[in-house]
Every structure is written in C-alpha cells, then in structure tokens.
C-alpha cells in the first residue's frame, strides 16, 4: 500500500479521503506512539498538544476529531484557532507543548484538507515516526477514565504571541512602505496584515475574507494576477502573496512583475552575507532552483548547496550542517535562526525589511540574479524504474555538454505516477524548448512501460 504521510503530512479530500475517523485514529496513534517513544516529558504532568487549522470549513470537523482522540488518550489540548502553518510551530515550542497539530491543505483548493503532526521544539515529525505512527493505526489501545481523560480549552489569544515573535526579529521599520498583502482567505488573514501594520507599513489587504470555501480561489501564492493588478493600480511600492497555511510567500514588484522564491532567497542571503548573518556564507536550496539563482550566489561569494525536492529535505540539511536560511522556489523560505519551518509571513517582513533598509525599490534588489528559461516537461505512462537507462544517461550527457555552464538538465521520476520530469534551462526559452522535447522524446523511447 502506498505511504499514508506525504512530503508535508497527510492529505485528501475531506470527509472522503480524510474522514473524521481517520484524523481521529491518527491523533490517537500520534499520541501513543510519542509517549511510547518518550518525546513526552516525563514531569509527572500530562502531556500537552496545540492544535491549529486553517478557515476551511472541514477544518471545523477535522478539530473536532483531532481534540477528541487526543483529549481521550489523556492529552491536554489548547485549540489555538484559525493560524498559519509556521504560528503552530512557534507556538509549540513557545507554549512548552509536546505535541503540535496543524490542520491545512497549504495552497490546494477548499474540499481538500490535511493533517500535519509537529513535534516537541515546532520541527516536523522524521518519517521513521510518521511511519510508527502509520503502522499502529487502528490498534486496540487502553484509554483513561475519569481524572486521567485530557482538557480542552481554547487559546486563541495566543496568535499575539506569534506576532509579538516575528515583529521582534526585524532590525528595520517599514516606515513610508505602501504594501499590499493577499492572504489567499487562508489561515494568515488576521495576523499578517496586523502584523505589517505594526511593522509601520501602509497596508491594503486583499484575499482577506474567508468564508471556509474560498480559501485559495483566485488568490494568493499560486494565483497572483489579482495582486499584480492591484499593487499597479495603487501605485503600491510592492505586494506579498501567501498560500493557504501561510507558509510560504511570493512578491510582486511595483511594476506587477512577479519576485519568485529563488529570487526572494537570492536578496535575503545577499543581505544576510553583506551583514555578516549568513551562517558558513551558504544557502540551501533544492535541485529545482534555478541555475540563475546559484550563479547569482556563485558571483556574490555565497555557496548553494542542493538537497532533494521538499522543504523538510532542505531544513533537515540546515539543522545538520548548521545552515540558517534555505527554501524553495515555490516560496518556502526557512529562516532558521526565527523559526522552524517556512514562515511566509517572516518571510515577507525581512523582504520588506531589506527594501527599507536599503532605500532600494524591490525590482532592482531582486535583479541581483537574473532567471534561466526553464522548461519542464512531464512525460506520462513510462517505466520511471528505467530514469538511468544508458540511452537517456547519453543523451542528457550530450544535452549538457551543449548547453555549457548557461544551462542545466534535470530528469527526475515522479514519487507517486508512472511519469518521468524533464526539466532544462537554458540562456533562452527556444533552445530550452528544444532540448527539453528532445530529451522528452528519448524518455518515450527509452522509458517505455
């Protein structure tokens, strides 16, 4: 059977895929198996969980579940409300909870849901307790009674906490800044614009009115048109976009154009390494970042170091090299030394923090790297087991060879279809295109199922 846990937790359509069984069962296992393992402190006090969600209206029911098995298996529980992704987190390690639960599906649309367990400290679980917690799925387990059962309150007073946090990591006022912020009428609608606002900007809020079916319709990171049209039309120095969870951020400059996460990355290590706060003078980054992004670093003395795709994958690098910044193009940008994940609102303050720190306008920052054309091509209904036959071994080989240090070829098998990605860059989107559909042709041929 295919892996429950995902990349980023466990996700479905709710109340098909996810049912409130299934989140009810997980957060029991999850519960069992942490206190198994001892991740619980043993204080002689009753374990404590934070649970969030984002405004989706499943969310309403999915909480209810989660509470429910984890008050049953004797954990105390503070329902923290409707916060980002990376609030929990925070609010995990800041509370002292042995245990956080966020409920989002990040940036997918309103019918989709999804569970994601933190551990103690705010970091995602390891995939080796994510799979104990799988595997005892469904166990018969020996509940408390009486005295022993968790308590549930409310604590959603705790969202100034997390403000008050990441207000404090700023070292700039963005006095004088005109910003519009979409929150994709996701989990940050609250909390981001109160916290530009306290940071000194002048804000105009857009994507800030969830109604639990909206979340992510036509707004946010993945849909930014709207608030291009709108920061051209207010005459705003620049935008911020976040996903559904908030986790991660894309900008727009005020000309509309769009600043993507390996740029965002690019103009925050450049300000960290010329402030001297860029640990070792290295970033993280997956191999989908583009070439552009680690020639820019190359030529600013910065190392890029490469990881497989997924933000956990570039966190678990930093946390054991001791790296303090990474992220992806997508907009998962980690700032280690604030928080314990991508934190899209964190994110977007330092972006603004260097703008008015600099007195430089976002479009000229952001071209401290200049993007390469790149083209991805999924080729379907293919043996992905046969990637590294010798025929596509030689025909990437002489694909880079052509390209030179202007381009870069990257084949990967899809984690969960019969489906093999092709991805080149290249100093122009023609000769992109044509190596790309070469290489993709070879794929048919040499993958075939």
């Not at 972006?351 to 479009?363: C, D, E, I, Q, T």
Request: with cysteine; proline share 3%.
């Amino acid at each position: 059977m295919a892996r429950l846990f995902g990349t980023d937790g466990i996700r479905g359509v709710a109340g098909r895929d996810l049912t409130a069984e299934l989140a009810m069962d997980l957060s029991v296992a999850a519960a069992h198996v942490l206190g198994d393992a001892g991740a619980f402190a043993a204080t002689g006090r009753r374990p404590v969980a934070v649970v969030g969600r984002d405004p989706r209206a499943s969310g309403e029911f999915l909480e209810a579940a989660v509470v429910a098995g984890l008050a049953a298996s004797g954990v105390d529980v503070l329902r923290l409300g409707v916060l980002p992704t990376p609030a929990v987190a925070h609010l995990t390690a800041a509370l002292g909870a042995d245990l956080g639960v966020m409920l989002s599906a990040s940036h997918n649309p309103a019918p989709d849901n999804g569970i994601k367990f933190l551990a103690r400290g705010g970091f995602k679980l390891s995939d080796a307790v994510e799979d104990e917690i799988e595997r005892r799925l469904g166990e018969s387990w020996s509940f408390p009674v009486g005295s022993g059962v968790g308590r549930v309150r409310d604590a959603y007073g705790e969202a100034d906490r997390y403000i008050s946090h990441v207000l404090t990591t700023m070292t700039a006022a963005l006095d004088g800044l005109h910003i519009v912020v979409d929150c994709a009428h996701g989990a940050a609608h609250m909390v981001a614009p109160e916290a530009l606002v306290r940071a000194g900007a002048r804000v105009e809020a857009i994507g800030a009115r969830p109604d639990g079916l909206n979340i992510n319709a036509g707004h946010g990171s993945t849909h930014l048109d709207k608030i291009r049209q709108v920061v051209v039309s207010r005459g705003a120095d620049m935008g911020v976009a976040y996903d559904g969870d908030a986790d991660r951020c894309l900008a727009v400059d005020h000309t509309g154009t769009i600043v993507d996460g390996d740029q965002i990355m690019a103009v925050l290590a450049a300000a960290m390494h010329g402030d001297g706060l860029l640990a070792k003078d290295t970033v993280v980054a997956t191999v989908m970042s583009n070439l552009g992004f680690k020639l820019a670093m190359r030529d600013s003395g910065i190392t890029v170091i490469e990881t497989a795709v997924g933000d956990r994958y570039v966190l678990e690098r930093m946390k054991s090299d001791g790296f303090n910044l990474g992220g992806e193009q997508s907009g998962h940008v980690i700032m280690l030394d604030h928080a314990t994940t991508g934190d899209g609102l964190l994110t977007s303050l330092h972006l603004l923090g260097v703008v008015a720190k600099s007195g430089v306008p976002l479009k000229e920052l952001a071209a401290v790297m200049t993007p390469l054309p790149q083209i991805l091509i999924n080729v379907k209904d293919v043996d992905k087991g046969k990637a590294s036959v010798p025929e596509l071994i030689a025909a990437v080989a002489e694909a880079e060879a052509e390209l030179g240090e202007t381009g870069r070829v990257l084949i990967r098998p899809s984690g969960t279809e019969p489906m093999i990605r092709v991805m080149v860059e290249a100093a122009s989107e023609e000769h992109a295109n044509l190596v790309a559909g070469r290489l993709a042709d070879v794929v048919r041929t040499a993958c075939a199922s």
